[in-house]
RNA sequence: CGGGGUGUGGCCCAGUUGGUCUAAGGCGUCUGGUUUGGGACCAGAAGAUCGAGAGUUCGAAUCUCUCCACCCCGACCA
């Protein structure tokens, strides 16, 4: 490396997971911080996530769910109530043994999800039918300790929200289960990012649950990100915590439960989804900076007219987006628009004595790099249009890559040959699961809803030669 | 937990057959000046218990031992 070369992104193609440390180093938007597997997110990275989270938050509420706060710590005994819950997440655990100058009698777990610190105040909350249905959401933090962090993927602690939620009957709890991942997915669509929905395996289901939806999303280098999960939790965690109410037929009868939830891991799939070897490319809607002006000028007569015509666009425009002007001196426009590049903000307007003395602009998309120029009246017209094409344009290229990198294969032999995803018939026997985790490291994904009620289209299993039951997705995973 | 690697100013790092190392360079920062349409340049300045501890030695960033931390690959991952 030259003495004085830039230092630049890794290529997506030479080596994808240090394109992705790069890209979240160099855009500002998380560091690692002197705790183990545990991220400082930035003000910029920390504003993508409050942006999905103000999308996800709206709906919800839409939807006539309301939020509350538990405690972080669990009473240890709590989660240990639930056998498969607690033999999911014992690995994963971090214990509080003291606290207050002295050892504590009884343990406490930071919760690695709420599920087993709610439940128990939910008995009490419900008694009757007419407490039914209770739909809560917390937005919190977690703290799993994964043996392998990554950054917004897989930290030890991460910010999310959790929905906890009881009905009378399956029927409706099976209901929604399916409704919060609609939900989810169009969270996803809001950032220009289509998910493959549908059904766990059996091993790949959420501890304690009956039943586990996702939401899957593809990364550019053709791994499976579970970007949102919905599950069924049935009676299981009712029937420990004693979740239960006085119907109208004067019998008690146990809560049917769900919990659903979504992280930010959703900004790492959103880097990988759309990031490219210049770093970020943020679709509108979740983009800090949506339109960054970059004034250029050589003089100080320059400057101030320049200057004075870039502030009345900012003005004109900053209560539809949001909108910035790098006036920083000392710095040049082509350090700053590598600096916004690699930030990923969707629209840049560069402006000169040229365009401020003829009333132009010239316009930056960073999601084509074209650029080309305008007349300062058609802004109006031309933002809202643009904005939507970058969206749809990012979406489609997501889209189209997604499509592009699922292979359909008939037998054990054609795995080796696959580097994204691949659809096959499958027995859904966890044994060969196990196999082929073992063997190839890919595990099943998902079985996509409009497959669930589909013959699959080979009879036999790819893996064993049993009857397959359907079509499944399966990649190798973050 | 297995394999590999790394710890040196805020960041990236050179130096590791012991001795002009009184620790080099780049980025960044600060001061002044010239610049500004794709990562500017010149001059000057500040900033380092060389991961920690012990040892060997006249002398340790460099050798020995112990420990610690982090990163990467894998196993694990609702």
């Not at 030259?2 to 630049?8: G, L, P, S, V, Y």
């Not at 690692?32 to 709906?59: D, F, M, T």
């Amino acid at each position: 490396m030259a003495i004085n070369e830039k230092r630049t992104i890794t290529k997506q193609s030479v080596d994808f997971p240090g394109w992705y440390q790069d890209v979240v180093r160099d855009a500002e938007l998380a560091e690692v911080s002197e705790v183990r597997g545990c991220g400082i997110v930035r003000p910029y990275g920390l504003k993508i996530w409050e942006l999905i989270k103000a999308e996800l938050s709206r709906q919800l509420e839409a939807d006539g769910v309301e939020n509350v706060y538990f405690p972080i710590f669990v009473p240890l005994e709590n989660l240990e109530a639930e056998k498969d819950h607690v033999e999911g997440f014992s690995p994963e655990l971090a214990i509080v043994t003291h606290a207050g100058g002295e050892e504590l009698v009884n343990k406490l777990a930071i919760r690695p999800t709420s599920e087993a610190a709610m439940y128990k105040t939910y008995a009490k909350w419900i008694q009757s039918y007419k407490d039914l249905p209770l739909r809560l959401n917390q937005w919190a933090n977690v703290v799993r300790w994964e043996k392998r962090p990554r950054a917004f993927l897989r930290w030890s602690e991460f910010l999310w929200q959790e929905g906890h939620t009881v009905f009378a009957s399956e029927e409706e709890s099976r209901a929604e289960v399916g409704k919060m991942l609609g939900i989810y997915k169009s969270v996803y669509e809001f950032m220009a990012i289509p998910t493959f929905s549908g059904r766990k395996s059996e091993s790949e289901k959420f501890a304690g649950a009956v039943m586990t939806l996702t939401a899957e999303v593809m990364a550019r280098d053709g791994k499976a990100i579970q970007g949102a999960t919905s599950h069924y939790l049935g009676t299981n965690f009712a029937k420990v915590f004693d979740v239960k109410y006085l119907g109208a037929d004067g019998e008690f009868h146990f809560g049917h439960q769900n919990s659903w939830g979504l992280s930010w891991r959703s900004v790492g799939a959103l880097i990988m989804v759309h990031g490219d070897d210049n770093g970020l490319r943020l679709p509108p809607n979740i983009a800090p900076v949506q339109i960054v002006i970059v004034p250029i000028y050589k003089d100080e007569e320059a400057r101030k007219q320049v200057l004075e015509y870039c502030e009345n666009i900012k003005t004109n425009f900053s209560d539809k987006y949001r909108i910035k002007i790098d006036a920083r001196d000392g710095q040049t426009p082509g350090f700053k628009f590598n600096y916004w590049e690699v930030r990923g903000v969707p629209v840049r307007l560069e402006i000169g004595p040229k365009e401020a003395s003829e009333k132009k602009l010239t316009i930056f998309r960073r999601d084509n790099g074209k650029k080309e120029i305008i007349e300062l009246a058609s802004l109006e017209e031309y933002l809202p249009k643009t904005m939507k094409e970058i969206h749809e344009n990012l979406y489609a290229q997501a889209q189209d890559f997604s499509s592009k990198n699922i292979n359909r294969i008939e037998s054990w032999d054609e795995i080796k040959d696959q580097v994204g995803w691949f659809e096959a018939s499958w027995s859904e026997d966890a044994e060969t699961e196990k196999e082929l985790k073992e063997k190839y490291g890919i595990v099943s994904r998902v079985l996509l809803t409009e497959k669930e009620n589909a013959a699959p289209k080979n009879k036999k299993c790819f893996i064993s030669g049993q009857t397959a039951k359907h079509d499944w997705l399966f990649a190798k995973c973050y």
